[in-house]
């Protein structure tokens, strides 16, 4: 005797099957030693998660940490490069582009990921990425992490910068010495004079 599938029996077997399938799945997941979230996250996530740590690696031997300053990731870098590359899809592109470009160079010269490679060989494989030319991608990355270190506050103030607005008051300007010209106008005329 068949019976009839109503909208109640339907949720409940769901609902029955859903809780199976989600005990099956947990043991899997403690076997595997991830998290449940890990385990959900979509390939683009981890994708997303890889070209993070691959651009602060990146970010780190070009601005490395040294005579007391702090790596270019320690302040913001990474973050700063990923906010401009959310307004500006060309760069965003080139940005997804240029990190495989390096991931190939790495992995033909390397035999690995840039991630998994020695400070020096990292140094090497940048190098390489630079001659390469990257369609000209690296000088316009290696430019963007300057522009990250170089606008952070807390770099200004170890490099002793001192900003002042447009708007505002500013340090006043010392009193020009003329007797820093004295050699100069020792020297010959350097043009002619116009009739």
Same mark, same amino acid.
């Given at each position: 005797?068949?019976?009839?599938?109503?909208?109640?029996?339907?949720?409940?077997?769901?609902?029955?099957?859903?809780?199976?399938?989600?005990?099956?799945?947990?043991?899997?997941?403690?076997?595997?030693?991830?998290?449940?979230?890990?385990?959900?996250?979509?390939?683009?996530?981890?994708?997303?998660?890889?070209?993070?740590?691959?651009?602060?690696?990146?970010?780190?031997?070009?601005?490395?940490?040294?005579?007391?300053?702090?790596?270019?990731?320690?302040?913001?870098?990474?973050?700063?490069?990923?906010?401009?590359?959310?307004?500006?899809?060309?760069?965003?592109?080139?940005?997804?582009?240029?990190?495989?470009?390096?991931?190939?160079?790495?992995?033909?010269?390397?035999?690995?990921?840039?991630?998994?490679?020695? =400070? !020096?060989?990292?140094?090497? +494989? &940048? $190098? %390489?990425?630079? @001659?390469?030319?990257?369609?000209?991608?690296?000088?316009?990355?290696?430019?963007?992490?300057?522009?990250?270190?170089?606008?952070?506050?807390?770099?200004?103030?170890?490099?002793?910068?001192?900003?002042?607005?447009?708007?505002?008051?500013?340090?006043?300007? =010392? !009193?020009?010495?003329?007797? +820093? &010209? $004295? %050699?100069?106008? @020792?020297?010959?005329?350097?043009?002619?004079?116009?009739?």
């Amino acid at each position: 005797m068949k019976r009839k599938l109503t909208r109640r029996r339907f949720l409940k077997s769901g609902l029955t099957g859903s809780l199976a399938i989600r005990a099956v799945a947990a043991t899997a997941i403690s076997a595997t030693g991830l998290s449940e979230t890990q385990q959900r996250a979509s390939p683009a996530a981890t994708v997303r998660r890889h070209e993070d740590k691959l651009l602060q690696a990146i970010t780190d031997e070009i601005i490395p940490a040294g005579d007391g300053m702090p790596a270019a990731s320690e302040v913001g870098s990474v973050e700063y490069l990923e906010k401009l590359a959310q307004t500006l899809p060309d760069l965003k592109r080139a940005l997804g582009e240029g990190l495989k470009t390096l991931q190939e160079v790495c992995r033909r010269s390397f035999s690995g990921d840039f991630l998994n490679l020695s =400070k !020096a060989k990292r140094v090497e +494989a &940048l $190098k %390489e990425w630079e @001659k390469k030319g990257a369609e000209g991608f690296f000088p316009t990355l290696r430019d963007y992490i300057y522009e990250a270190y170089y606008t952070q506050p807390q770099v200004w103030r170890l490099i002793g910068y001192d900003f002042y607005p447009a708007k505002g008051q500013r340090p006043a300007m =010392k !009193a020009f010495d003329a007797a +820093a &010209l $004295k %050699e100069v106008r @020792k020297r010959p005329k350097f043009y002619r004079e116009a009739g």
